[in-house]
């Protein structure tokens, strides 16, 4: 029950919010005080539930860069050379998906 | 790299080589934990959303046969107790208009009220019925319909994700009179626990790992899972929603177990902060209070439900309708006699091991509580069921 959706803030008016959902736009509850507009946001029953953090996003693709180095590293590889391979596959992964 | 939102969700939902890499390391963990001596590794989820994109994405055929994923008390819904749904019927037979989710309007009652034994039941016998997507749209409609509409009830169901939904328009006083909220708020930390104790004293196969719910997470961050956690000293992880999400949330879980490691870590990083949305909380806490609640076919849970605070009684469904809640001496299971949701519920048994899965019980005609959410496990189940993608999971599970 609780799908979180993500949307963009328009505007914001105290506890109230214009968001748009892709193409429609919507009226929304506000939590937090420093929703701002162009805020990428989790709206949950007609509620802001939570802001992305836009420089996270990248730190989702690290945690897996990261477990794949150490496993790499497990396998015998030299450290150098893992973190090479690492950065080349999320290279890879970033350019493959760049018109997302 | 700067990565935006909808290149993320691609990756994560697309990308079958970052999922094929995640898996290899998924076995190549489960290899190592083999070799240790662990053979078998049971990973609970405790989100609806988290068991969906688990059957959806046949993430369980995905999995090597040592690791199971099973699913928790995961949705607000199936765990609405039957005697809150009958209250709201009889109000709405009694002309009160219900605002209910679209979620929970097929939800079956153990007793007939009236003749209905849902709220979808008593819309067809000209009870007052109104589906709506949130407590805001509620407020608007009965804005709207003043005059028309004297007196209503907002059936309040929801975990942590949904409360400030609620919180937030009642502390602003912008719920206008005769508006009513029937809060069956429930707190999904306290049921965890409660599952995870259940699982040990029935001498079941421990659980070894968590993937704790996102959306909930957002709220009350990944504190209270750090607790649970280190209780049962089992590794935790706050997962997203897409397929990879999941995947890099379990391949986190096992590296955990390999080095012996409890605690929480949070893989939903874009929108999870470790203390969680404070002025959620700080708006919940001002309009609400714990309170030990009931579950639906489990019983009471300590500290496990929210009602509201004395300063806002004035908009308690409880208190102008003078409705009761259950009460702990009295309680009786809400179940039909061969549903096993309970169990379903806290992860003791799966949709299939019940007599009346896709028998009696479909999505269509529900007999028990998980068969009506799109969240409810033997609601996600069944939907995918028939069809390849279910019956490879079941085949890899060994259920069919
Ligand atoms: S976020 Fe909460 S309500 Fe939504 S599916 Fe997950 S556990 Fe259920
Ligand atoms: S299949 Fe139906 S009756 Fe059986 S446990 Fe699920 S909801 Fe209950």
Redesign the pocket.
């Not at chain 2, 405790?46 to 969906?52: N, P, R």
């Not at chain 2, 929801?158 to 949904?162: D, I, V, Y």
């Not at chain 2, 719910?213 to 957002?218: E, F, Q, Y």
């Given at each position: 029950?609780?799908?979180?959706v993500p949307a963009k803030v328009l505007e914001t008016d105290g506890v109230m919010a214009k968001v748009d959902f892709g193409g429609s736009i919507k009226d929304v509850l506000v939590i937090n005080t420093d929703i701002k507009p162009g805020d990428l946001v989790i709206v949950?029953a007609g509620t802001i539930i939570g802001k992305i953090e836009e420089e996270e996003l990248d730190n989702t693709l690290k945690l897996y860069g990261d477990l794949l180095r150490d496993s790499l590293i497990e396998d015998g590889m030299d450290p150098d050379e893992a973190e090479k391979n690492v950065r080349e596959w999320i290279r890879y992964l970033l350019g493959e998906n760049r018109d997302g | 790299m700067t990565l935006s939102l909808q290149q993320l969700i691609k990756i994560f939902r697309d990308n079958i080589e970052l999922a094929n890499r995640v898996k290899n390391l998924i076995e190549k963990y489960t290899e190592k934990l083999v070799r240790k001596g662990l053979d078998r590794v049971k990973i609970m989820n405790?989100?609806?959303?988290?068991?969906?994109t688990t059957v959806h994405y046949g993430i369980r055929s995905l999995l090597p046969p040592e690791i199971e994923l099973v699913a928790g008390?995961?949705?607000?819904?199936c765990i609405t107790p039957s005697k809150y749904i009958e209250e709201a019927i009889r109000l709405s037979l009694e002309g009160v208009l219900i605002y209910v989710f679209g979620d929970a309007y097929k939800l079956p009652t153990v007793t007939k009220v009236n003749g209905a034994a849902s709220l979808s039941e008593a819309k067809a016998l000209g009870g007052e019925i109104e589906i709506v997507y949130s407590f805001l749209d509620a407020i608007k409609h009965f804005r709207e319909n003043k005059g028309r509409v004297n007196e209503a009830v907002f059936l309040g169901i929801?975990?942590?994700?949904?409360a400030p939904s609620y919180a937030v328009p009642i502390f602003n006083n912008m719920v206008p009179e005769g508006l009513y909220l029937l809060s069956v708020l429930r707190l999904?930390p306290p049921a965890a626990d409660y599952a995870l104790s259940a699982v040990i004293e029935r001498g079941l196969e421990p659980v070894n790992g968590i993937v704790a719910?996102?959306?909930?997470?957002?709220i009350i961050g990944a504190a209270p899972w750090d607790e649970i956690s280190r209780k049962y000293k089992i590794p935790t992880v706050v997962s997203g929603f897409e397929p990879t999400d999941l995947l890099l949330s379990i391949a986190m879980i096992l590296k955990m177990i390999c080095e012996e490691k409890a605690g929480v870590e949070v893989e939903y990083k874009r929108i999870v902060r470790y203390t969680g949305n404070q002025q959620a909380l700080e708006y919940m806490y001002n309009v609400f209070y714990k309170h030990e609640a009931s579950w639906r076919g489990i019983g009471f849970i300590p500290d496990s439900g929210l009602k509201l605070r004395d300063e806002h009684l004035g908009y308690d469904a409880y208190t102008r309708f003078g409705i009761k809640e259950p009460e702990k001496d009295s309680w009786v299971d809400d179940l039909h006699p061969s549903c096993k949701c309970a169990e379903v519920v806290l992860g003791l048994k799966k949709p299939v091991d019940c007599s009346l899965f896709l028998k009696a019980c479909t999505p269509e005609r529900p007999m028990g509580p998980c068969m009506v959410s799109l969240?409810g496990t033997c609601a996600v189940w069944a939907r995918f069921g028939g069809g390849g993608k279910a019956d490879e999971i079941a085949k890899s599970l060994g259920l069919w």
């Open positions: 029950m609780c799908w979180g949950h | 405790f989100c609806g959303t988290h068991e969906w008390p995961g949705c607000p819904v929801g975990f942590e994700t949904t999904t719910p996102g959306h909930v997470s957002t969240e």
